[in-house]
């Protein structure tokens, strides 16, 4: 099954069979052949993917993301690669901003006005029992994270009798998020006045179903659906090949297919890409950094010793040490000792670290600070400058994607010809009463370049007090477990794994150069010597 495939517990169940007189794909048609714009989109969200999905994530793509140096032995990359623990910045920064605007319960504007119909979605908006709230918070964080992301509005494929029927085997449209890695293609059209107009979607959906062989084990079975404005179609993989065959289709008369997308990072129609990707390089660069770093540590934490003078015999026989024994030789101009790292590339890679530490932290207040360049389509004025930030253009654009959500789900309603009416005022509204004025934005931009310097010229609590002043942070978090948060994701990301037992005693032998002797295996520094960092 693909990395990218997300395991879905619902599926729509049609009650008819394949409809022989439906035009079908050809079953030798490659219905799951990704478009070359999701191939390019990919590409980011390949590294955002891994990032979300921590240090095991990260690790298991080994070089793509860890490169192995020239000439670094294949043994010694898995040494290294098993030591580099990554922190969750990307992950922990985008589920911050995610939860921004619902802190406050997202509502209904003039909600009590709306049709009998669909009065009952906000309760259970994707028939998975997320409520409105927690799935708009859903949305948004996933759109922050790739750029974009897809509600589709489903209709179940059944005909009640009566109203009363369909109110009592709750039959309603409902929401389903589409996670953007797993719509790969689309074709459109432009009406003649200029507006984009989807004419097929596919996208990727997967289920457990029992196993036909074991009733006590299940299966994961792909599927991949296709949707045009006047038909649907759902193609199952052959188990065991990577082939697809129709398995399932019809047509519906919505007349278009129930799509809207949500932009935070848009390039074109269809096509975004992730507004915070230069935090996920950073975070990159950090697993990177800190790779290195616990390497020379590795290295550096444990002494080299060395010998001179040792006679020949003495050589031969090899020579014992330890932490009960005396090094003794024949030879008055015998030398032993251990040869330490002076430090400096550990100091300077602590202050990488360090510094890209602090960048990343930053870099979760982008949002909050950068302007969108555009006014808002009602022409109001969020700010002195007359422009949004990002924060708001993004909380603006998912408020308008769940509100067209809605009246789509009103059009299925509708398709059987009894026309439903929302009312104009009608919205779907999220928090946005950020205090963000222009003159707070620019503060905040000094702070940051305060904190960034090198040395720093602000702590990280004034720092954190005065963002937290902003509303950057929410006025319920202290700074003490701010801290807390921040020096035991740190501590966790530091931690390198260490060998299971410690070897007290080395023998020193012929390493094959008979001008020096050197233990292949050493004790632990007794020096202790390691990293202090920040944090």
């Known amino acids: ?149 897809h509600v589709f509005v489903e209709s179940p494929q059944l005909i009640p009798r009566n109203l009363k029927e369909k109110k009592e085997k709750g039959i309603r449209p409902y929401f389903i998020r589409i996670h953007p890695q797993d719509l790969f293609g689309w074709q459109f059209t432009r009406n003649e006045s200029g507006e984009f107009i989807l004419t097929q979607i596919r996208w990727r959906e997967a289920r457990e179903e029992p196993d036909p062989v074991n009733p006590y084990q299940e299966v994961v079975m792909e599927y991949v659906r296709v949707w045009t404005p006047t038909a649907w179609e759902i193609w199952r993989r052959v188990r065991g090949s990577g082939d697809y065959r129709p398995w399932r289709s019809g047509k519906h008369n919505l007349g278009k297919i129930p799509l809207v997308t949500l932009y935070t990072g848009w390039e074109s129609f269809m096509m975004a890409s992730p507004p915070l990707y230069g935090l996920a ?68 890679g602590e202050r990488d670290v360090d510094l890209t530490e602090r960048r990343m932290e930053v870099f979760g207040t982008t949002p909050y600070i950068q302007r969108s360049g555009v006014q808002s389509a009602t022409g109001r004025h969020y700010t002195e400058t007359g422009r949004e930030t990002l924060m708001q253009s993004w909380i603006r654009a998912g408020e308008m994607v769940m509100t067209d959500a809605y009246k789509l789900a009103a059009e299925w309603e509708s398709s059987d010809g009894n026309k439903l009416v929302i009312p104009e005022e009608f919205k779907v509204e999220w928090f946005n009463q950020f205090n963000l004025s222009y003159r707070a934005t620019e503060e905040i931009r000094a702070l940051n370049e305060a904190y960034l310097a090198d040395p720093p010229r602000l702590d990280r609590q004034t720092w954190f007090e005065e963002l937290k002043r902003r509303d950057v942070f929410d006025e319920a978090l202290s700074f003490e477990e701010y801290d807390r948060r921040m020096k035991k994701a740190f501590k966790e990301a530091r931690k390198a794994k260490q060998d299971d037992a410690a070897i007290v005693t080395s023998k020193l032998s012929h390493s094959g150069d008979p001008r020096g002797l050197a233990a292949k295996e050493n004790p632990p520094s007794p020096t202790g010597a390691g990293l202090d960092l920040k944090g």
């Open 1 to 149: 099954m693909p990395d990218d495939l997300r395991l879905e517990t619902r599926f729509t169940q049609y009650e008819n069979d394949t409809n022989p007189d439906l035009p079908i794909g050809d079953s030798s048609a490659k219905v799951d052949k990704e478009s070359a714009a999701f191939q390019q989109m990919n590409r980011k969200w390949e590294l955002v993917t891994d990032l979300l999905g921590g240090t095991d994530a990260m690790q298991d793509r080994g070089e793509k993301w860890l490169p192995r140096e020239t000439k670094e032995d294949p043994e010694d990359y898995a040494i290294r690669k098993s030591h580099s623990e990554l922190y969750d910045a990307y992950k922990d920064t985008t589920e911050k901003i995610g939860a921004k605007p619902f802190k406050v319960p997202a509502k209904l504007r003039v909600g009590d006005q709306l049709p009998a119909q669909l009065q009952g979605i906000s309760e259970n908006v994707d028939r998975q029992g997320n409520d409105l709230t927690s799935f708009c918070k859903n949305l948004f964080t996933e759109s922050v994270r790739y750029g974009m992301s």
């Open 281 to 348: 390089r950073l975070n990159l660069r950090h697993y990177r950094t800190f790779s290195e770093q616990c390497n020379i540590l590795r290295f550096c934490r444990l002494p080299v010793y060395y010998a001179s003078g040792v006679t020949e015999k003495e050589y031969k026989d090899g020579v014992e040490f330890g932490p009960n024994s005396i090094v003794m030789s024949q030879n008055k101009d015998f030398k032993f000792g251990v040869v330490e790292h002076q430090g400096n590339a550990i100091k300077a």
